[in-house]
């Protein structure tokens, strides 16, 4: 299922700090039941045990999360920040597209500092997206035709998009947290779902940054091309069993990666 998203950086800094000291340690699944009830009575019998087993799961993994705190296996860390130290952007749809992913991405931090949420994903553009980029003089064509050229003007578009990752890692990289930064308690992974516009999705281009608390090692170029299965899923595993996550499977793969 994907996930919702969000486009408008005010209504996603109010989700994640609106009132949020009158929320306490409410579960997520509260704000959502009634929905789900109401959902639940116009499904098939088979549907209503399927949604009854997400919610289930999703109630044991905060359950768990609960557990661990208060046995101390989160080796007392403490976010840096209690409340949002930015102020709320304003209403409405930035149209200054330097500005909006900048604006989402420091709400994306400011998440992480707050310990709002652990997990986060940043969605830069659509496959079938119709951006352009006067910023840096591509303004002539939208995104998804430019994405089938192999032309210099494409290569500045990608370097824009990982100048956000790494402006993401920079503000995790200036954040304490113990002997550690932010950047080194994190995993950040940017990916494309797929290599070219031609819909090569065979080989797949991923960049990981962050430390994961010491478990993952940098500095490394992995190719997998040579491989003749798929090696996606195996990261995923891997990702998530360094996040206490411990499942022995996840989707084709039953080994995590060892490389990273």
Known sequence: TPTPLEVYPALAFDQ???DKSQKGDRSV???VLADAKDLRRGISRLDQQKLDEYLNSV???EQRIDKAGQRGELQGWRPTLTKPNIPRPKDGYPQDIVEHMKL???ILVLAFQTDTTR???LKLNNDHGTLRFPHIGVDYMIHHLLSH???DDWLK???FFLEQMAYIARRLDSIQEGDRTALDNSMIMLCSSMLTGSHDASRLPVVMLGGAGG???GGLNLDYSGKSDRQMCRLYLSMMQKMGVHRHRFGDADQPLSEI
Do not use: G, H, P
Request: with cysteine; glycine share 0%.
């Open 16 to 18: 994640l700090f609106k």
């Open 29 to 31: 699944l509260d704000a």
């Open 59 to 61: 109630r044991e993994v």
């Open 104 to 106: 989402m991405c420091d």
């Open 119 to 121: 997990v986060c994903t």
């Open 149 to 151: 050229s192999d032309t």
């Open 157 to 159: 578009v990608n370097q």
């Open 215 to 217: 478990q993952i090692q």
